[in-house]
T-cell receptor, first 112, second 114 residues
Framework: GDSVTQMEGPVTLSEEAFLTINCTYTATGYPSLFWYVQYPGEGLQLLLKATKADDKGSNKGFEATYRKETTSFHLEKGSVQVSDSAVYFCALSEYNFNKFYFGSGTKLNVKP | NAGVTQTPKFQVLKTGQSMTLQCAQDMNHEYMSWYRQDPGMGLRLIHYSVGAGITDQGEVPNGYNVSRSTTEDFPLRLLSAAPSQTSVYFC?????????????FGSGTQLSVL
């Protein structure tokens, strides 16, 4: 079945450091891939997405590239800010499968 | 624009009690779903619906019931609450079921079962 595996946290970085959060997936077909972010006390909100191989999703300085050969969708940001502190979830959805599969989440703490 | 509205935000139940978590969306979304969020386990799908009158089970449906009588509302019922159902519950909706559409989430309901 479909599944998503992402690196365990928490990840603690200093402001302006480079961020990578690893995500790999297992899927039966050709999924769309997503990164969602959850700020304290809130629901998840979409950060970025990619719908086919080699697509790059980007938003607010975050990027992730859909790598079919390595079944990965790693999240990167060149220079993190304190305001990026949140929990990040990798997710996938397959066309017409009506289900989203989420990773376990990675908590990011950014210190000034 | 309200988006996805969940009520209540917090709830404490005793074992064996029943209750309904409410979810409403005002975006005319076809797809609605319920997730539970537990530490270290991410979000797990409980039930989902692809339109009024249509519901189906997700990964962890036992102990929960849903119905979809209108496009806007998708309540989640706990029939006889158990401590294992202590969790944070999220309702999410999407415009359609084509896989590439993003989910819109409510702000969650924190449920404790004693």
């Amino acid at each position: 079945g479909d599944s998503v595996t992402q690196m365990e946290g928490p990840v603690t970085l200093s402001e302006e450091a480079f961020l990578t959060i690893n995500c790999t997936y297992t899927a039966t077909g050709y999924p769309s891939l997503f990164w969602y972010v959850q700020y304290p006390g809130e629901g998840l909100q979409l950060l970025l997405k990619a719908t086919k191989a080699d697509d790059k999703g980007s938003n607010k300085g975050f990027e992730a590239t859909y790598r079919k050969e390595t079944t990965s969708f790693h999240l990167e940001k060149g220079s993190v800010q304190v305001s990026d502190s949140a929990v990040y979830f990798c997710a996938l959805s397959e066309y017409n499968f009506n289900k989203f599969y989420f990773g376990s989440g990675t908590k990011l703490n950014v210190k000034p | 624009n309200a988006g996805v509205t969940q009520t209540p935000k917090f709830q404490v139940l005793k074992t064996g009690q029943s209750m309904t978590l409410q979810c409403a969306q005002d975006m005319n979304h076809e797809y609605m779903s319920w997730y539970r969020q537990d530490p270290g386990m991410g979000l797990r799908l409980i039930h989902y619906s692809v339109g009024a009158g249509i519901t189906d089970q997700g990964e962890v449906p036992n102990g929960y019931n849903v119905s979809r009588s209108t496009t806007e509302d998708f309540p989640l019922r706990l029939l006889s609450a158990a401590p294992s159902q202590t969790s944070v519950y999220f309702c999410a909706s999407s415009y359609n079921t084509q896989g590439a559409e993003k989910l819109f989430f409510g702000s969650g309901t924190q449920l404790s079962v004693l």
